[in-house]
Nanobody, 119 residues
Framework: VQLQASGGGLVQAGGSLSLSCAAS????????MGWYRQAPGEQRELVAT???????NYQDSVKGRFTISRDNIKNMVYLQMSTLQPEDTAVYYC??????????????WGQGTLVTVSS
């Protein structure tokens, strides 16, 4: 299973950016998907998660600014980020709980995409 993230880049404070992530491989179904981020010198932290039924959970610092969504047909997850601040600068990783056609369940991570917010 592969998770391919895209959409990172450089944006000025107050701007917006969208991330997307596609899961591919011998997938039977995808459960909870999410976005995490890791700033330089910091631990990886949860940004937002979304269940297959579209129940969402957000880190407090991004509530009202970020929106997570998904497409269950395409096995994709999205993160719409607005009112970005320099403290949002980090490498963003997508994550998914995947049930394979073999029945095995595993947690898969994308390769990370860099978001840089300039002040």
């Amino acid at each position: 299973v592969q998770l391919q993230a895209s959409g990172g880049g450089l944006v000025q404070a107050g701007g917006s950016l969208s991330l997307s992530c596609a899961a591919s491989g011998p997938i039977f179904s995808v459960g909870t998907m999410g976005w995490y981020r890791q700033a330089p010198g910091e631990q990886r932290e949860l940004v937002a998660t979304i269940t297959r039924g579209a129940n969402t959970n957000y880190q407090d610092s991004v509530k009202g600014r970020f929106t997570i969504s998904r497409d269950n047909i395409k096995n994709m997850v999205y993160l719409q980020m607005s009112t970005l601040q320099p403290e949002d600068t980090a490498v963003y990783y997508c994550n998914a709980e995947v049930r394979l056609r073999s029945g095995m369940v595993l947690t898969s991570w994308g390769q990370g995409t860099l978001v840089t917010v300039s002040s």
